[in-house]
Structures are given as structure tokens and as C-alpha cells.
């Protein structure tokens, strides 16, 4: 580290670095970066170790290619090998989350060596676990202090070792991972390649954040809303996010007020259709919406295995059946009170219509709550993605469009 750098970097006050920890996490990247512009490379250095190594990722992706230069010169070697490295792998991976394994060792050298080895490395680095390795660098162990603290000092590590290690691979996708650890609870697990070498740590801390983050968003990915978005972006950029999915949803609208449409005559003549076609649109989109949470609930955590997408269809299509019968009886119950109280003469067919419309529209949202997302993962879409949009324009056409041909083939006018 130069001495001019190391002088620009003391200048930054502590509070401005404070400020900084705070708000990086909390913008884009892109955006993240505009705050780091003349900041010095140390001191860019020290804050990105502190914060969770897939944000420290994303900002590096956003400097410069000069600025990007100038931080991982200054940055110890082992971590700029190891920032350098992650990019490699795909965005979403445990390899984008890796830190450098420090405390790697050989397997004959003995405890007493190992300790006094880790007396060294704990004054630079956070060490929670030793990683015993061959030349090749092919894990073959872990050791825990409290194996090195009642291990005879004079034994080899590959004696005290524990040989059976966990470990995940840098290629894969973070939810996968999170699979895997959920019932171990380790704080730090080893990640290696296909052939077994240990190319680097992750903290299940780390993992849970992200992921924690991702489930965080997916509530705004539904409805359109960008994942990068944050309460600091500026309305500007918000408005970009958003609006093209607005647009999308009204050319979605207009196709609802398109079926409608098609059938104006009917609701000419039988105006009090027009009375009952939100309370199917609304009933159909709910029990739409129920399914879709349920899906993305089982895709996010693992719980839909391959193979099992009919059943779940299947299952929703009853419980579509099984709801739509309970409501469409007091919906058509209702209908036929409304009917009867403006003397109109088929109030018994009316109720019978909202009551088959009903049933047929909560089936068909069930259906469509679920095989929305499912279709969006196939074709190698986020399930989330305006799952929302999409499930609203097939309830709503579906649902009024049942009801009005419904009225209009059984309602004599």
C-alpha cells in the first residue's frame, strides 16, 4: 500500500465510513458505486471486506476498469485472488459468496505446529475451522479447536482430523445450497470443486442473508417490481422499473375489457350481470392467488420434486372444485336474492349461472395460480416474475368471460 494512499484513507472520517456501511447495502449497484467514485482503493478495500461478500461481488462488477485495478492491488493478495476467482462463476452461485481459506494445512504436520500456525493467522483473519489439505490442495479433512485443544501436541493432523467433510460446490445455485445446510447449522462450510480441491470458504451466515434478501423480493417481483430496486432509489429510476410492467398490465386489462365487450348485449338486457362480474373476477383471483403462493413457496424451498408438477396441479384443480362449490352456493344464493327483490323473472337460472360460473372460474384459477410459475421456471425464468400480471389476466378473462356466455346461453331474455 502506498504512503499517499494510506494517508488519503485515514482522511475519510469514521462516520462517512459508518454512513457508507449502511447505505451500500441498501442501493443498486450501479448506484452503490457513484459513492465510491473517489474514495481511495484501501479504503474501498476495507469496506467491501466488511460487508457480505455477494454485495462486495455485485459492486465489483460496477467500478471501473482503472478503479477495479486500483482496489485489488490494494487489496491483500489471497482476497484479491479470491474476488478475481468468484467472477467466474454465475451470478446467484455459492461461488459468487466464497471467501479465502486461510488455515489450510498438511496433513503430517502436528498439532503443536498447527497451533502455533493459527496464532498467526487469527491476528489477520477470522478462523473458525482448520482445513487439512494434500498438495494438490484436494480436501481431505477438517479439524476444530476443540479437537486441536485435547489432541496429544505431538499427534499428525490426518490423525485428529474428521475425514467425512460436507462440503458444496462453487457452481451451485445458492437456493440448492440452502437446501443442503438447512438442518446442519455449520458456520462456515468448505466449498470445492469437481475434483475435491478447496477453493474456498462460505459462511452459512452469508447464505442465509442472500437468500433472506431474495425471498424478500419476490413479493415485489409478482407485481412487477425490480429486485435491484431499494426505499434510496430515486424516483426516476423507480419509474423506469415499474412503468413498463404497468403498461403490460393495462394492455392485460384491455384484453378483460375486451371480453366483456363481447358480450355488451347480454349485459344490456340483463343489467344486473354487470353487479356480479367483480365478485367473480375477485373470488376466481384469490383462490388464484392462494395457489400461486403455494407454488412459489414449494419451489423456493425445494419442497416440489421433479416429476410431482401434475399431482400439484391436480390438487389445486380439486381445491379450485371443492371452494368455488362453497362460494359459488352463497354467491348464487345472493344473486338469486338480488333478482328476486327486482322481480326479475329468471332470478333461479341467474343464481344457478353465478353459481356454475363460479365453480369453473376457481377451478381454472387454481390452476392457473400454479402452472404460471411452474411455466415461467421452464422456460428459465424467477417463477415470481409479474406471476401476479399474469394471474390476474387469466382470472379475470376467464372468470367474467364464463360468466356472461354462461347468462347468455342459459338466461332467456
Not at 494512499?5 to 462517512?16: K, N
Request: net charge neutral.
Amino acid at each position: 500500500m502506498s504512503k499517499q494512499a494510506a494517508t488519503a484513507s485515514r482522511e475519510v472520517p469514521e462516520e462517512q465510513r459508518k454512513a457508507l456501511l449502511a447505505e451500500l447495502p441498501q442501493r443498486p449497484a450501479h448506484e452503490a458505486v457513484r459513492l465510491l467514485k473517489n474514495k481511495p482503493a484501501d479504503f474501498i478495500v476495507k469496506l467491501l471486506l466488511e460487508l457480505n461478500p455477494g454485495t462486495a461481488q455485485q459492486l465489483l462488477q460496477e467500478f471501473s476498469k482503472k478503479q477495479l485495478e486500483q482496489i485489488l492491488n490494494a487489496a491483500p493478495p489471497e482476497v484479491s485472488r479470491q474476488w478475481q476467482h468468484n467472477q467466474s462463476y454465475p451470478e446467484g452461485s455459492v461461488g459468487r459468496l466464497m471467501e479465502p481459506a486461510y488455515a489450510v494445512f498438511d496433513p503430517v504436520i502436528s498439532v503443536a505446529e498447527t497451533i502455533s500456525k493459527l496464532r498467526d493467522l487469527i491476528k489477520t483473519a477470522f478462523i473458525t475451522y482448520g482445513y487439512v489439505a494434500d498438495d494438490a490442495g484436494r480436501l481431505l479433512g477438517i479439524v476444530t479447536m476443540r479437537d486441536l485443544l485435547f489432541a496429544d501436541k505431538s499427534q499428525r493432523l490426518e490423525e485428529v482430523m474428521l475425514a467425512e467433510v460436507f462440503f458444496l460446490k462453487p457452481e451451485m445455485p445458492l437456493a440448492d445450497a440452502m437446501k443442503l445446510a438447512v438442518n446442519r447449522h455449520y458456520p462456515v462450510y468448505p466449498v470445492c470443486d469437481d475434483q475435491g480441491r478447496l477453493v474456498g470458504l462460505v459462511r452459512g451466515q452469508v447464505m442465509f442473508q442472500v437468500e433472506a434478501f431474495e425471498i424478500s423480493a419476490q413479493p415485489g417481483s409478482m407485481v412487477g417490481v425490480e429486485k435491484e430496486e431499494r426505499l434510496a432509489t430515486p424516483w426516476g429510476r423507480s419509474l423506469k422499473f415499474r412503468h413498463p410492467w404497468l403498461q403490460f398490465n393495462l394492455l392485460t386489462a384491455f384484453l378483460a375489457a375486451a371480453v366483456v365487450g363481447a358480450f355488451q348485449g347480454t349485459i344490456d338486457k340483463l343489467v344486473i350481470l354487470a353487479l356480479f362480474l367483480p365478485v367473480l373476477a375477485g373470488q376466481s383471483g384469490n383462490t388464484g392467488c392462494q395457489a400461486l403462493a403455494v407454488t412459489l413457496r414449494g419451489l423456493t424451498l425445494g419442497e416440489l420434486k421433479r416429476g410431482k408438477e401434475k399431482v400439484l396441479v391436480m390438487k389445486e384443480a380439486w381445491l379450485g372444485l371443492l371452494n368455488g362449490s362453497f362460494v359459488g352456493l352463497t354467491a348464487g344464493l345472493g344473486m338469486y336474492i338480488t333478482a328476486k327483490l327486482q322481480a326479475n323473472p329468471a332470478a333461479l337460472m341467474l343464481g344457478f349461472v353465478v353459481f356454475l360460473a363460479m365453480v369453473a372460474s376457481c377451478v381454472a384459477s387454481g390452476i392457473s395460480g400454479a402452472m404460471i410459475p411452474l411455466t415461467l421456471k421452464r422456460l428459465g425464468f424467477d417463477p415470481a416474475t409479474a406471476s401476479s400480471i399474469f394471474l390476474t389476466t387469466a382470472t379475470d378473462v376467464t372468470s367474467m368471460g364464463l360468466f356472461l356466455w354462461l347468462a347468455t346461453i342459459l338466461v332467456k331474455t
